[in-house]
């Protein structure tokens, strides 16, 4: 799922699982990308000093710029879509509509545009009822509170990891002493895959279909819980690593492990109450993510 590929919005190709601390999350531009960028670059200065109206060179620049961006998006949605839950013969049947569903969204939003990871979204969206234009869409709509997961700099992400954080010293100190202090790692080696792939990466697409509802709802403080509870799900097992070449792996395959009992239900729950109590609970986080 992804796990070899170069992640982009178009234009990089920094894999996912290669994000090992939260200031290295960042692109990094791919020498194709830099041809296919220095080609735009010279089609807008042969526009800008043709004998057009001043105007109409910087329309015209302007459109070439948009449609430059949107190849180099197409191109990588086409390789992702063609790798996201490569298995799931329910994703083979649909794996054009996704593809539709992703450039529909980069020609609507082509400041974002597309970013790897999106096409785990699009292809829970795509299972679904309904014909091609409300797939369109229900995915327009998930983005629209989801957006921030996979804008630059990722900051849902960002200020995502200290509150996963804080809330595990909270509750599970042993645990967070473990990964932390003998381990060595830090969460943000493995929240970002995860939350990019909207848990795809973590959880079967069965699972997703009931869930990226319930993150679309959330929003942070959905990606919050869940990560939380799938922690203190595998605890046992985290416990016992030794070292990151041990514990990276068994994290990124999560979705090898068997899924936690009632997982949304008890989301659903912990959300309620986490939002119910008093910031002197340690919790004053769930007023910026409510």
């Known amino acids: 799922e992804l796990e070899n590929s170069e992640p982009s919005r178009g234009r990089s190709c920094s894999s996912l699982d290669k994000f090992s601390a939260r200031p290295n ?8 990308a ?3 960028e220095e080609m735009s670059i010279c089609r807008v200065k042969r526009c800008l000093s043709s004998p057009l109206p001043a105007d109409d060179q910087l329309e015209e620049a302007s459109h070439l710029l948009a449609n430059s961006r949107f190849n180099e998006a197409a191109v990588v949605i086409a390789r992702d879509v ?7 013969s329910r994703v083979h049947d649909v794996r054009i509509e996704i593809a539709e569903i992703l450039r529909a969204y980069a020609r609507e939003d082509p400041d974002l545009g597309y970013t790897q990871g999106m096409c785990f979204a699009a292809a829970v969206v795509a299972v679904g009822d309904g014909n091609l234009e409300g797939k369109q869409q229900r995915f327009s709509q998930l983005m629209e509170k989801l957006r921030d997961l ?11 990891i200290p509150i996963v954080e804080s809330m595990l010293a909270s509750k599970d100190p042993e645990l967070m ?8 790692m830090d969460l943000g080696m493995v929240i970002p895959s995860a939350w990019l792939s909207v848990f795809g990466k973590w959880l079967p697409l069965d699972v997703l279909q009931d869930l990226v509802p319930f993150l679309q709802k959330e929003g ?14 595998h605890r046992s097992k985290l416990l016992v690593a030794r070292s990151l070449d041990e514990i990276l792996p068994f994290i990124n395959s999560f979705s090898k492990e068997a899924v936690p009992d009632q997982l949304l239900s008890v989301c659903q729950v912990s959300v309620t109450q986490l939002r119910s109590r008093s910031d002197s609970d340690g919790m004053s986080w769930v007023s910026v993510v409510g």
């Open 25 to 32: 999350l960042q692109r990094h531009s791919c020498t194709g």
């Open 34 to 36: 830099f041809r296919a």
């Open 82 to 88: 063609s790798r996201v839950f490569p298995s799931n």
């Open 150 to 160: 996979w804008m630059p700099g990722f900051p849902l992400v960002e200020q995502g």
């Open 177 to 184: 002493h473990h990964l932390y202090q003998t381990i060595k």
């Open 220 to 233: 942070l403080a959905g990606f919050v819980i869940v990560t939380f509870l799938m922690l203190l799900a």
